[in-house]
Every structure is written in structure tokens, then in C-alpha cells.
């Protein structure tokens, strides 16, 4: 192949006015400021500076036109170049920076290919679509080799590279740029070699200098050129994942180049899955931990964190409670296991069960045991299914659901989860189910108040249940929506629902797995709202995390149906009553009550309110404020308004992560779910780590900007 083609071979042949050097005075580098000067990227860089925290290395770091904006941000730079002549340009612009940025910067000339540093960097860039210059696959091997053997355990690396579907044959730019003697003509051509793996670039400077002098300069690079999925295949046999992948340019609304952010992968085999994240991603994303106490856990790194999560929203009592640590270690040197198949039983599993009918906030007298959240959801669909079967009634066997709920992740519980990921990837779902809008706040007209919106989502069940006129068996709810953000709908609204379950004759399921056992301030969530539940859903909180434990529990009318007709339950597991699970559960309600942390759940929930509504007030992202007792959501919202995305809301969580505090990602929010016994110093300080992240960053376009 050429190394000019097209026009620039023609003028190459024509003239003995070109330059051919790679700088020339350094008016190159001056050239090359000027070609990207109007790029978002050295923001991009400074935004990636500033989540990374720490010493920076720059590769390639040329004439200094990132690395200035970094020492100017006060971050520690060190700076390797091939070229001394690049080197020197930098030293004199450092002549004219103040002595305390001369002092953080670093320069090292030193071949890309193997350099070796004498420390570690939280973030590693090689700016400039540089990486690409090296277009022999073994060198840019070697390339990220030194990179990862030079970055910490959760450093960065970050380099910039065109969109390779973008790439024609043949394609020609004009750009009219000022520099800073003069004004500049620019015409870059690309060309692409697909079978080659190569493109070439050739940059043509007309330069007219305000000493009047003109110089004509073709500039030749050779880049290297990936199929898809290339690059991505060597950053992971290098040992990186792609983090994120930010655009940096674009053309008539298509990205012509991305800026790739990568972390180190680890070398060791995984072969543990995690829910919902995809395999590609771990270990990457995990943090490990390995011990804990109260609210306060500690990474394989030895790195503490506040769980202001619970876990997932289930260790009411705290972490290392000895108290239902002794009982169940006493349990198992007694009856370590226990079946309620084939009419066995244990005492832990009945006198948890007696105990579980005293506490409901509602006359429920039948209790089944399950092992799970998503197992006590399961039970209750089946359930009500048998329920109005045995009322000659077969044909009444729908179950209605909200849009932002979240249940469970068996086949019925995830049938029944409106915000269930990705449900069609496993087939046909369970049939009978009709979906209604959950009374979200963030979707309310501006015109209308928030009551009379979440009656208007009310009537959607009114309007199902006459469409389907005796088909409606059950309506499923959580009386207040967790993952969709710490929802909590009026009192009309659940008044309403009420009314209308009891004239369509509709069983009432409440999902007080996240919200019981003290979590809103009271043993069970209902009794704020006056609900009065047919079948109650229970879980995560009633162990206090500690082993696996779910309940159902059901009303008279139920199970008096069942009686009459002789029939079981059509459900078991092998696990169901398990006596030292039934024993982690009947300790859990000890605590509670022994330590009264239902009433420290009410006291330390109006604490929070206060602080984050006082939060709120400094932040222009957060656009509201949801909380009952310890379960509280900060709604989030970009500059426009707009909620927030997904992807905004993960670096949020991300960001807390980093400052040590555990929160959890919901819909447009953060949650926070911590332990009862969090202390009021421990609420101040997740609340100013979350007021310190918010302030950090800019919501905006459906991205995130660092300030």
C-alpha cells in the first residue's frame, strides 16, 4: 500500500514546498493542538481523573495538551514520551506553570512498548488515537502488558480510538483552525485497507504564520484497523474489560470515535454467576467481602464500607448479632435439619409459625414456610389459583401486577415483576397475568397533584376487573414499591384499591418481603395504610439476613376453603421449615423487640428524612425525597429534569461505592435500607458521602460529567 494516496500523492509529486518531519520547531505540536482543540475528550479525561482519584501516567503525552488540563485540576502526572524533541516542548511550557505544577509533573522518555515505572497509577491514557499507531498486534500486546503491570487493582485505563464501522473506503475532511501564531487549513484524508487491517491517514497543514512566513506540511500515519470485536478481543486476552465507552465525535448524528474506558480484569477463573449480570462483566464488578459488624463490612482489600443497603434490604439486627448467632449454633448441635414433607415437622418451624399469626397486622391464620422471597410469591399465585378453583370458579385466575414492581425471580414471581429484566429471553411466561401503572411520582403530569394521579392508576385495576368480569383472581402489591425507587403511594390510592378488590371479589396479596419485620417503623407495612391482606408475602428481614427464610401467610377464609374440599398445598421444597432457619427467624423477632428497633426504625427515619431533605436543597439533581421508617429513596433527575437513566444512576452508585458507603440502584434513584441499629453519626456520614458524589457530578443529555 501507498504511503500517500489520491490528491495527497498528486501534490507530493508536484511541490518541493512540503515538510515531511514529524515536528518541525515545534510547529507540529502546535498543528496537532490545534487539530483537537475543539474535542470534548480532554474534558472526558479530566472527568475520568477525578472518579480515579489518583496518580495519573500518560503515555504519548506529546506537546502536553491533556497534560496540562490535568496538572491545572491538581492531579499528580507522570508523562512518557518516545520523542525528546516532545519532551522539551512540554519543559517549556512548564516554564510559564506556577512551581507548585511543576512539582507534580513526571517526565520519562520511554518506548510505549515496554516502559517500567517505579510505581502504580489509578489511571493510565494514551490520548491521540495513539494505540492504533502501533499496527503490529504484537506490539500493542506488549503495549498493554506494561499498562496493566503499571495500574492498581481498581485503576483505569483509558484511550481513544474512530468507530470502525465508520470507516469508508476513502473519505476527505477540510478544517479552517487558528493556532497560535497564525491560522491553519487543514485537509485529512482516510483510507482504508480492510484486508491489510489498515488505514492510513494523511493530514495536509497549510500554515500561514503571522510572521508571514507559509509552510506546506503533509503528515503520514498509519493506523491499525480492527473487525468487530477485535479490539475488544485483545483488551481481554490483555487482561482489561470495557468499562464504559464514551463518544468523543460525531458526524451528522453518528459517532465517529469512542473514548474506551477499561479496568483490570482478574486472571483467575470465575466460575461463579451472579444474578443478572452478565458473566462478561465479573469478576470486575464484584466486591468481595469478608467480614463484617453492625453496619460496617470490610473487602478482600481490607477496605471498610457503611452496608446502608442491608445487604439486599434484610439485615434488620445488624451484622454479627451474637444473640442469634448462639441460638442458631444451638439449634444446630440439636436438629441441624428438618423436613415438612411425608407429615414430619419440627418445633422451631410450628413455634414460628404461631408466632408469625400473632404478629400480622390483619387476622391471617395459616402459615406456610418457603425458602425464599420469590418462593413465597410463587406460593400466593398458586394459591389463589386454588383458592377460587375450589369455589367452582376455575376460569377466575388472572393475577394483576404493576408496572415498577418487583417480586421474585421464579417463573410466576418473575411474571409478575414489571421491572423483571429481559423477561422474553426465557420463553413463554406464565399465562393469565394483566399489568396496571405503578403510582410513580416521577410519571405524574405536571398539571395534576399526586394523589389524584395515583387514584387515576387505581381505576386501571377498576377497568381490568370489568373487562375481565370473573377472571380476576388476585391483585399483587407492595405497599411501598422498593426497587422502583422507595415509591410510597397516598392513602386513597390503597383505599381505593381496597374498594374495588372487595366489590370484583379480588384477593388482596401484599409483598411485605422488603417492608417487614420494622423496616418502615412498624412490625408490617399494612398497618400504616390500614391494608388488610388475604395473603401475606414475607422474607429477607425475618432471619435478619442471616439464613435463607421465606412465609406465607394466609386468611381463614383460604384456608378454611382448602379444609372443606380436603386439599393440599401444591408446593414444597426440600428446605421448607428448616428448624435452624426457624430459629434464625425467631431470635431476629427477639432482637426487634428486646432492643426495640422498631421504634429506633421510626426515630432514625425521621433523623434521615431531615438530613437528606436538607441535602436536597444543595442539589440540583435530586428531585425528591421518599421514606418510610429506614427504607428511603433519593430521587434523581438530569439538569432538564428528566429522570434519571440507568446508566447515570450506576455511576452514582459506583461513585458511593468508592467513598465507602454501600447504597442500592433503583429506578431514577438510589436506595438506602440499612440495618436498625445504624447509628445517627453513621446516617450523617452516608448522607455527606452522597451530598459529596452528587456535587461532583452533572446529569445531563442521559450522561454523566464530572464538575
Known amino acids: ?321 451474637t444473640y442469634i448467632i448462639d441460638a442458631i449454633t444451638k439449634q444446630l448441635s440439636t436438629l441441624s435439619y428438618g423436613t415438612l414433607f411425608a407429615g414430619r415437622g419440627n418445633e422451631p418451624a410450628l413455634a414460628l409459625a404461631r408466632k408469625l399469626v400473632e404478629l400480622a397486622p390483619y387476622p391471617l391464620e395459616w402459615v406456610y414456610l418457603t425458602g425464599s422471597g420469590s418462593e413465597s410469591v410463587e406460593l400466593s399465585i398458586k394459591l389463589a389459583r386454588q383458592f377460587w378453583h375450589f369455589a367452582g370458579l376455575a376460569n377466575k385466575n388472572r393475577i394483576v401486577y404493576l408496572d415498577q414492581s418487583y417480586h421474585g425471580t421464579f417463573f410466576g414471581s418473575m411474571g409478575v415483576s414489571g421491572l423483571y429484566p429481559a423477561k422474553e429471553t426465557v420463553g413463554p411466561g406464565l399465562p393469565g397475568l394483566d399489568c396496571i401503572n405503578a403510582p410513580n411520582p416521577d410519571n405524574c403530569p405536571p398539571n395534576q397533584d399526586y394523589e389524584t394521579y395515583a387514584l387515576t392508576c387505581a381505576e386501571q385495576l377498576e377497568t381490568v376487573a370489568r373487562l375481565k368480569s370473573d377472571q380476576i383472581a388476585a391483585f399483587i402489591i407492595e405497599p411501598v414499591l422498593g426497587s422502583a425507587g422507595v415509591v410510597i403511594p397516598p392513602q386513597a390510592y390503597f383505599d381505593r384499591i381496597a374498594e374495588i378488590c372487595q366489590r370484583h371479589n379480588i384477593l388482596l396479596i401484599v409483598d411485605e418481603i422488603a417492608t417487614g419485620f420494622g423496616r418502615t417503623g412498624a412490625w408490617f407495612c399494612s398497618t400504616h395504610f390500614g391494608i388488610k391482606p388475604d395473603i401475606m408475602l414475607l422474607s429477607k428481614g425475618i432471619t435478619s439476613g442471616y439464613l435463607p427464610l421465606g412465609a406465607t401467610l394466609f386468611s381463614a377464609e383460604i384456608g378454611n376453603r382448602l379444609l372443606a374440599h380436603g386439599a393440599g398445598i401444591m408446593h414444597g421444597s426440600s428446605h421448607n421449615g428448616n428448624p435452624a432457619c426457624c430459629v434464625a427467624a425467631l431470635a431476629t423477632i427477639d432482637v426487634l423487640t428486646n432492643q426495640q428497633l422498631i421504634k429506633r426504625a421510626r426515630e432514625a427515619g425521621h433523623y434521615v428524612r431531615e438530613l437528606l431533605e436538607q441535602m436536597k436543597n444543595e442539589q440540583p439533581n435530586v428531585s425528591g425525597i421518599r421514606s418510610l421508617g429506614l427504607m428511603a429513596g433519593v430521587a434523581l433527575c438530569q439538569n432538564d429534569h428528566k429522570p434519571a437513566t440507568k446508566e447515570q444512576v450506576a455511576v452514582i452508585y459506583e461513585l458511593l461505592k468508592r467513598k465507602g458507603v454501600l447504597a442500592y440502584p433503583a429506578v431514577s434513584s438510589v436506595v438506602f435500607f440499612p440495618a436498625l441499629t445504624i447509628t445517627d453519626d453513621e446516617l450523617q456520614t452516608v448522607v455527606q458521602k452522597l451530598g459529596e458524589v452528587l456535587s461532583s457530578v452533572q446529569l445531563v443529555n442521559n450522561g454523566t460529567r464530572m464538575r
Not at 515531511?20 to 520547531?25: C, D, L, R, S, T
Not at 500554515?207 to 498509519?222: D, F, G, H, M, P
Not at 449480570?277 to 477496605?303: A, F
Open 1 to 321: 500500500m501507498p504511503n500517500y494516496w489520491g490528491p495527497f500523492a498528486q501534490l507530493k509529486e508536484q511541490t518541493n514546498a512540503i515538510l515531511e518531519v514529524a515536528n518541525y520547531n515545534g510547529l507540529m505540536a502546535e498543528l496537532n493542538d490545534a487539530l483537537f482543540i475543539d474535542r470534548s475528550d480532554i474534558a472526558y479525561y479530566v472527568d475520568l481523573a477525578k472518579e480515579a482519584g489518583g496518580p495519573i501516567l500518560e503515555l504519548g503525552c506529546g506537546s502536553g495538551r491533556v497534560t496540562l488540563p490535568l496538572l491545572s485540576g491538581g492531579y499528580h502526572v507522570t508523562g512518557v514520551d518516545n520523542s525528546q524533541d516532545m519532551l522539551d516542548i512540554l519543559s517549556k511550557r512548564m516554564q510559564h506553570r506556577s512551581r507548585e505544577e511543576q512539582s507534580r509533573l513526571t517526565m520519562c522518555r520511554e518506548d510505549a512498548r515496554n516502559f517500567q515505572l517505579g510505581n502504580a497509577f489509578s489511571l493510565v491514557i494514551f490520548p491521540y488515537c495513539s494505540l492504533l499507531l502501533f499496527t503490529d498486534p504484537a506490539d500493542r500486546k506488549s503495549i498493554l502488558k506494561s499498562v496493566r503491570r503499571h495500574l492498581t487493582s481498581s485503576g483505569l485505563f483509558a484511550f481513544d480510538a474512530p468507530v470502525q464501522e465508520s470507516l469508508n473506503q476513502e473519505r476527505i475532511f477540510e478544517l479552517d483552525l487558528p493556532i497560535e501564531s497564525g491560522k491553519t487549513v487543514v485537509t485529512l484524508g482516510i483510507k482504508t485497507y480492510h484486508e491489510q487491517k489498515v488505514m492510513l491517514e494523511n493530514s495536509l497543514f497549510q500554515v500561514a504564520k503571522s510572521t508571514n512566513k507559509r509552510y506546506t506540511i503533509l503528515e503520514y500515519k498509519k493506523l491499525a484497523l480492527f473487525a468487530e470485536g477485535e479490539l475488544e478481543q485483545e483488551l481481554q486476552e490483555a487482561g482489561f474489560y470495557v468499562y464504559k465507552r464514551i463518544p468523543t465525535l460525531s458526524d451528522n448524528g453518528k459517532t465517529l470515535r469512542y473514548l474506551y474506558v477499561c479496568g483490570k480484569s482478574d486472571t483467575d477463573t470465575y466460575p461463579l454467576w451472579h444474578p443478572y449480570m452478565p458473566h462478561n462483566q465479573l469478576p470486575n464488578h464484584v466486591l468481595t467481602l469478608v467480614s463484617g459488624q453492625g453496619c460496617r463490612v470490610t473487602d478482600q482489600h481490607g477496605k471498610t464500607y457503611i452496608d446502608a443497603s442491608g445487604g439486599l434490604w434484610s439485615v434488620q439486627c445488624g451484622l454479627g448479632n
